[in-house]
C-alpha cells in the first residue's frame, strides 16, 4: 500500500546532541510537510516542499533545518535539541492537484529530550 | 491570517447515541476544510474533505460534514457512534495562497470519550 513512512517512531536524544528523524513516502506527491505537535496541542507546521522548493514558517526556530533529498525523502534535522522540542514530529505529503491539496499523514515521531 | 475554532475541548457520549462536533473557521476565500481523527500516539487520519460543490460531505467510519459558509462553519456529525470511534478529532482549514501549497492550520481538537 502506499504511504508515508516515519522513522524512528520514537526517538531519544541528550538536551543539545543534532538529531534527524527521516520521513519517505510512496505515493510520489510532489508536496512534504514538517509539523510539530507538543501534548495535547494541535500540530503546527514547521515548514514545507513543493518539489524542491523549500518555505519555512516564519515563526520556525532556526534550530529547526530540513532537506529533501529526492521526491521519496525528506529529513527534519534539530540542531540543538532543547527542553522544549520534546513533540510528536509529523510528516505529511501531499500532491497539486489544481491548488486543491489533501494531505497524508506519516504515524509520527515521539522525541524526547533528556 | 486564518484560524479554526473547535469550542468543545472534551465530549462524552454513549455508544450508539449520535455525534456533533462543532468547527468554526476564519479564511478569507473559499475555504478547503477538513476533518482528522488521531489516536492516542498515532498520527492524522483523513475523515472528509471539502474544496466546492455538495455543502454536505461524506468521509469514512460513517462520518459527515456540512460546510455553511453562512455560519462559518464546518460541524461533524455521525449518527450513531462506536466504541471504537473515541479518540481526538481535528477540524482543520488548507491555505492554497501564495506559496502556502495547502498547508492546514488546525483547530485545538476534541477529545472523544464513548461510554458503554
Known amino acids: 500500500d502506499a504511504m508515508v513512512i516515519q522513522n524512528p517512531r520514537y526517538q531519544v536524544t541528550q538536551f543539545g546532541k543534532p538529531v534527524t528523524l527521516s520521513c519517505s513516502q510512496t505515493l510520489n506527491h510532489n508536496v512534504m510537510y514538517w509539523y510539530q505537535q507538543k501534548s495535547s496541542q494541535a500540530p503546527k507546521l514547521l515548514f514545507h516542499?513543493?518539489?524542491?522548493?523549500?518555505?519555512n514558517e516564519a515563526d520556525t526556530p532556526d534550530n529547526f533545518q530540513s532537506r529533501r533529498p529526492n521526491t521519496s525523502f525528506c529529513f527534519l534535522d534539530i540542531r540543538s535539541p532543547g527542553l522544549g522540542d520534546a513533540a510528536m514530529y509529523l510528516c505529511?505529503?501531499?500532491?497539486?492537484?489544481?491548488?486543491?491539496?489533501?494531505?497524508?499523514f506519516g504515524p509520527g515521531t515521539r522525541l524526547t529530550v533528556t | 491570517a486564518q484560524s479554526v475554532t473547535q469550542p468543545d475541548i472534551h465530549i462524552t457520549v454513549s455508544e450508539g447515541a449520535s455525534l456533533e462536533l462543532r468547527c468554526n473557521y476564519s479564511?478569507?476565500?473559499?475555504?478547503?476544510l477538513f476533518w482528522y481523527v488521531q489516536s492516542p500516539g498515532q498520527g492524522l487520519q483523513l475523515l472528509l474533505k471539502?474544496?466546492?460543490?455538495?455543502?454536505l460531505v461524506q468521509g469514512i467510519k460513517g462520518f459527515e460534514a456540512e460546510f455553511k459558509r453562512s455560519q462559518s462553519s464546518f460541524n461533524l456529525r455521525k449518527p450513531s457512534v462506536h466504541w471504537s470511534d473515541a479518540a481526538e478529532y481535528f477540524c482543520?482549514?488548507?491555505?492554497?495562497?501564495?506559496?502556502?501549497?495547502?498547508?492546514?492550520?488546525f483547530g485545538q481538537g476534541t477529545i472523544l470519550t464513548v461510554h458503554p
Open positions: 482543520a482549514v488548507g491555505d492554497v495562497s501564495g506559496t502556502s501549497y495547502g498547508k492546514l492550520t
Open positions: 516542499y513543493y518539489d524542491k522548493d523549500f518555505n
Open positions: 479564511y478569507g476565500a473559499t475555504p478547503y
Open positions: 471539502y474544496f466546492s460543490g455538495d455543502t
Open positions: 505529511a505529503t501531499s500532491r497539486d492537484q489544481g491548488r486543491r491539496y489533501e494531505q497524508y
